[in-house]
């Protein structure tokens, strides 16, 4: 190791921090940028700690890239200053890729610097580290700190639940939290500044998910759509076509050429397969290179056929399940199995949707594609709705979410709390139709359907047509 360039390295860290801290918490009107919903509860946990409650010590911050982990890690550093405690902001990837060393040899480093060993320090120190999944050793170093003392409190993000999760030293110490993509009134909040009305998405989740009958959901929306037309007002359309195309992803609301936003995703995907896939999946030079194309099939397909892609791209068909395994865990796709009613139907292939529809919407206008426009559009809807769903169930215990495999099937069976709901995705009188098929199969609750159209209640299928406009508000 050489002490001298570590010190150098470190001295700049600190020095910089609060600089480059400025660049993300601020906007260009000097401007202090919305926070996410998260915010709140990640710097809770540092509050308790830094006011002497030491029962949460670590917490590791997973989510996909670009969902805007970096920009939060910023905004937690720069909302605590103070000297009765130290801070150390350290991006990772710069150790491992321009300092050539790792987390251990730096943060021994620093020791030295401050005079005293993290088991004797003399005031609280809090560690700010981003993407440590680039030291293939950061969780032993961790683990190690978190064991020597209790005054150290650990604020840690990495781009891949693959990366994060894998780690056994880390699980039984940490508390994961995951950031997802950008939901739309998170959207609003961050590019028009218009606060979320408080208590409305829940009151709407409420009503849509936790209601005893159909009727029971369309009698509470409707007594909703005063306020979530008022929340709403001047709201164009174009913000609608905004955020489903590119919006979800929190640093692409500010980019204003939508050919630069379009290219930003493609190299954000491209940094996916070339950082995550092709180090953590063990993957040869020549499959990491049909990846791109293999991706670009899947954004025109509705139901994906292992051994139909294995052929088109001569890979084998363990290698292509190996692929979509490591592309789900780097949550770039999005894996919804077949309802399994019984052993036929659970052999069915599983449905890939991407964890964003901007991923899908980049495919779609730099590669140009064969499928129809409509088509195009339900594909991306799909993709928001699952993005959602996958939102809403996330830690909740004996839930699941399926699609119905059967002909004409519907796109979503939403499973939790001693419930089940149908859901597509669609308009007119073939949403209706869908779901009541999937609802006998299943025997649902009641039924969803998705929609532009304005809030409707049928008897007949006991369903529930919701616009699009209430559905992204929950």
């Known amino acids: ?32 940028r919305p926070k996410r919903s998260i915010f709140i509860k990640l710097n809770s946990y540092l509050s308790k700690f830094l006011q002497g409650d030491f029962s949460v010590r670590w917490l590791t911050l997973t989510g996909l890239r670009g969902a805007g982990k970096t920009t939060l890690l910023f905004q937690i550093y720069h909302d605590n200053s103070s000297p009765h405690f130290y801070r150390l902001f350290l991006s990772v990837d710069q150790i491992v890729q321009l ?46 700190i978190y064991d020597r003392s209790n005054k150290v409190f650990i604020l840690a993000t990495g781009s891949s639940a693959l990366l994060m999760n894998q780690n056994t030293d880390v699980s039984r110490r940490t508390i994961y939290e995951k950031l997802f993509p950008l939901n739309f009134t998170e959207y609003l909040k961050i590019k028009l500044n218009k606060y979320e009305q408080e208590g409305l998405g829940r009151e709407l989740r409420q009503a849509i998910f936790e209601s005893q009958d159909a ?4 009698q509470t929306l409707k007594k909703k759509e005063t306020a ?73 397909m509705d139901i994906v056929n292992f051994s139909k892609i294995a052929s088109t791209f001569e890979l084998s068909r363990p ?54 426009y409509q088509y195009a559009r339900g594909k991306l809807w799909e993709d928001l709705v699952g993005m959602y769903l996958k939102r809403l169930l996330y830690n909740k215990i004996n839930s699941f979410l399926a699609y119905d495999s059967s002909e ?4 979503f069976i939403l499973g939790f709390a001693e419930r089940k709901i149908v859901i597509e995705v669609g308009t007119g009188e073939k949403g209706y139709k869908q779901v009541k098929k999937t609802a006998q199969k299943v ?10 159209e304005t809030l409707d209640y049928s008897k007949e299928y006991n369903a529930i047509k919701i616009p699009l406009n209430i559905f992204l508000l929950i």
């Open 1 to 32: 190791m050489d002490k001298e360039k570590v010190i150098n390295f470190l001295n700049d860290q600190i020095r910089q921090a609060d600089f480059r801290a400025k660049g993300y918490v601020y906007d260009e009107n000097n401007q202090k």
């Open 99 to 144: 300092l050539g060393s790792n987390l251990h040899e730096v943060l021994s480093t620093y020791e030295e610097l401050i005079g005293k060993p993290f088991e004797n320090l003399d005031r609280p120190l809090v560690l700010f580290l981003d993407e440590v999944q680039y030291d293939p050793q950061w969780g032993v170093t961790l683990k190690s």
């Open 215 to 218: 009727i029971s959901v369309y």
């Open 228 to 300: 979530v037309n008022s929340y709403l007002l001047g709201i164009s359309a174009q913000e609608y076509e905004h955020y489903l195309n590119f919006g979800s992803l929190p640093f692409m609301i500010t980019l204003k050429n939508e050919s630069l936003v379009y290219d930003q995703i493609h190299k954000m995907i491209e940094r996916i397969i070339g950082s995550d896939l092709a180090v953590f999946g063990n993957l040869s030079s020549e499959v990491v290179a049909k990846i791109p194309r293999l991706l670009y099939a899947v954004s025109e």
């Open 319 to 372: 290698k292509v399940a190996e692929i979509f395994e490591l592309l789900e865990r780097t949550e770039t796709l999005t894996k919804i199995f077949p309802y399994a009613s019984n052993f036929n139907q659970a052999r069915k292939p599983s449905k890939y949707l991407f964890s964003s529809p901007s991923f899908r919407a980049m495919y779609y206008k730099i590669g140009g594609s064969i499928v129809s």
């Open 408 to 411: 004409g099937g519907a796109d």
């Open 443 to 452: 025997k649902s609750d009641y039924n969803l359907v998705i929609a532009k």
